[in-house]
């Protein structure tokens, strides 16, 4: 990856997080990359905080 940072002028954590964001998740629904799956339990939290109001 150090390489790559110096080619394209980037940091290596940019690249690390770039990689581990796109990283794919199987599910029992079908695959989705670890920033869908963050994405998605941070809606399931505000979902679930609506209920609990309710």
Not at 13 to 20: D, G, N, P
Not at 28 to 44: C, I, M, P, Y
């Amino acid at each position: 990856m150090i390489s790559l940072s110096r080619e394209h002028g980037m940091t290596v954590a940019s690249i690390s997080k770039w990689v581990k964001d796109r990283e794919v998740i199987s599910t029992e629904d079908g695959n989705v990359t670890n920033s869908e799956f963050r994405a998605l339990k941070k809606k399931l939290a505000q979902v679930e905080d609506k209920h609990d109001i309710l």
